[in-house]
């Protein structure tokens, strides 16, 4: 690493903006009923890869805010998964230098206990709104997520990379 | 956060960042309206003709029950004067479209084009081709939310259409099945009956179909029969729906009415 690398950090805050829009947009594309159930929770994976690269740039103000948008698209009451989000932040910001070492498998398993995390907290605050689930298949878009973290992470470096965002 | 259960202010806040979200959820649309678009310029030309004369059957046949309802009108509202009763007054009905579903399976919510800047209020009822979908249960400036009848926090005013019983379907959270609440086993309901609003509560209009009685199980053990009832509206195919204004009442039931 040459003097050049360690220069302040800035630019592509737009290409971030970009991915988590993406997110957003994914998150709320139609699919059929049974595929529902799976959609992986993209904005809360996408949150956990910046989070890890960039912890001085993208960091729980930044999740608060997704969350805000995420309840706005999913009908919840406002601030349930801005909180979940932020919380999820917090640990990858905790565990951020184990998570960047590890490899590509242990990461996803680990992708797969956050946003299970985030699924229990908000499906538990869900339920003090009037919502009523009795299954646990709630979970299984954490199993997707983790299934789908290696190329989602292979991606957003490649992003990373090409547009030098440090 | 939760303060937009209680407080309009924040549900103001709610509709600016749902304006936020407006674009995206217009893009996100893109795909299945051009798709749309698509199978309608490329279909085959004998398939255009079997569906234009099936059309011209079918609106032959409304027709004759228009003629027929035109008359049974009069003759109700002619009745109806002489009994001094209040006249019905009709429905106005605006078309709108579907744009987006919610992307929560647990919440049966559908995004409607049309908000606040189309003069949409809370608690208006959508009804589609076959019967009643929901009711508009958030509103941005150009985008809705519609809370349909099979969300488990939804309950709605119904009757049978046969016998006159009132009772309240509930939603269960499953997309093709309600149920109604609390039908004793004396009641008469049968399978196969046409369920219709009942327009108590005020919120939405009478006699609109609902569902038809799917099962009705009487358990001697239980205190109330089981009645499953199964929507008419095609709660996950309909894309055009008609949001219903209806006329204005002495007074509006205040505004927190679902369960």
Same mark, same amino acid.
């Given at each position: ?9 800035? %630019?592509? %805050? ?6 988590? =829009? ?21 904005? @809360? ?15 729980? %103000?930044? @999740?608060?805010?997704? %969350? ?24 990858? =910001? ?9 490899? =590509? ?50 991606? =957003? ?10 | ?259």
């Amino acid at each position: 690493m040459n003097s050049h690398d360690v220069a302040a950090p800035g %630019g592509g %805050g737009f290409i971030i903006l970009a991915t988590f =829009l993406v997110g957003l947009m994914l998150s709320q594309i139609p699919m059929p009923h049974l595929f529902e159930w799976a959609r992986p929770e993209w904005v @809360a994976m996408i949150l956990i890869y910046w989070v890890m690269a960039l912890p001085h740039r993208v960091g729980m %103000g930044v @999740a608060f805010f997704l %969350g805000l948008l995420l309840d706005v698209i999913k009908g919840s009451v406002l601030g349930l998964n801005a909180l979940s989000l932020t919380i999820i932040a917090f640990l990858t =910001l905790v565990l951020h230098q184990r998570l960047r070492m590890f490899p =590509l498998v242990q990461q996803a398993l680990m992708v797969m206990v956050l946003v299970g995390i985030n699924q229990l907290l908000f499906h538990w605050m869900q339920a003090f709104t009037g919502y009523t689930g009795e299954s646990l298949i709630f979970l299984l878009p954490c199993l997707m997520s983790g299934l789908l973290w290696p190329w989602l992470f292979v991606i =957003l470096r490649g992003i990373r990379r090409f547009f030098r965002i440090r | 956060m939760a303060a937009d259960l209680y407080s309009a202010k924040v549900r103001d806040g709610r509709a600016y960042l749902s304006l936020i979200l407006t674009p995206l959820q217009w893009i996100v649309d893109v795909p299945s309206r051009v798709a749309g678009e698509v199978s309608e310029v490329v279909v085959d030309r004998s398939l255009l003709l079997k569906e234009n004369a099936k059309l011209k059957a079918e609106a032959l046949q409304l027709e004759r029950k228009v003629q027929q309802n035109d008359a049974l009108r009069q003759e109700n509202g002619r009745l109806r004067s002489l009994l001094k009763g209040s006249q019905r007054v009709d429905e106005e009905v605006v078309l709108v479209e579907l744009i987006g579903v919610n992307p929560d399976p647990f919440q049966h919510q559908v995004i409607i084009n049309q908000g606040s800047e189309n003069q949409v209020t809370m608690g208006q009822p959508i009804l589609d081709a076959g019967g009643v979908m929901g009711q508009v249960t958030e509103i941005s400036h150009y985008t809705s939310r519609v809370m349909l009848i099979t969300d488990a926090r939804h309950a709605l005013p119904v009757e049978v259409n046969r016998s006159g019983f009132r009772s309240i379907a509930l939603g269960k959270g499953q997309l093709g099945e309600l149920e109604l609440d609390h039908v004793p086993d004396t009641a008469d309901i049968d399978e196969g009956d046409l369920i219709v609003t009942s327009g108590l509560g005020g919120r939405f209009p009478r006699g609109y179909p609902v569902a038809t009685v799917s099962e009705v199980i009487r358990d001697p053990g239980q205190s109330f029969s089981k009645v499953k009832i199964k929507p008419t509206a095609m709660l996950n195919k309909s894309r055009h729906l008609l949001l219903v204004n209806l006329p204005a009442r002495p007074s509006d039931p205040p505004e927190e009415e679902q369960e």
